[in-house]
């Protein structure tokens, strides 16, 4: 199967949902936003990051589906907040994110998004690793 992205006609609630988030993050970063928010740095977010991974294990461990929906929640805000800070300091964005992640599925998805087949999570993984490796190899060679 050839990995085709979804375009649809119109936008999508999910979509549009994540560029309101989007511009609430920027509206909380901006001037005369959130003074707290405009404080922080990638390195004064660990902790919460950190945290909130935490919340989403106790969440799963729990059974508790409610909770892992708004712990979920507060990992992507992370994110988000992250792709925010590095796009003012002209790193990349947060559609660069979602492009890498993209990439990065595809590729090391070779049984699903190429001519490929492996038919056990044995396999996959041995594959994924390999792949890995090669990348992380190509990046140390490329400096």
Known sequence: MKYKPVRKAG??????????LARIMDALLAPG???????????????????????????VKKN?????????????????????????EGRFKL???IRTVNAKLVRRH????GGKRLSTSAQVLVQWRKIK???????????
Not at 11 to 20: F, G, M, T, Y
Request: proline share 2%; glycine share 4%.
């Open 11 to 20: 936008k999508s609630a999910d979509s549009s949902s994540l560029r309101a």
């Open 33 to 59: 936003g959130c003074p707290w928010d405009r404080k922080q740095t990638h390195r004064t977010l660990l902790k919460y990051l950190h945290e909130e991974a935490l919340e989403v294990a106790q969440a």
């Open 110 to 113: 070779p049984h699903v998004f």
């Open 133 to 143: 490796k090669a990348e992380k190899h190509e990046r140390n060679r490329r400096g």
């Open 95 to 97: 559609s660069d994110v």
């Open 64 to 88: 508790d589906w409610e909770n892992l929906r708004e712990e979920l929640g507060d990992v992507l805000l992370q994110v988000v907040f992250h792709s925010a800070l590095a796009e003012r």
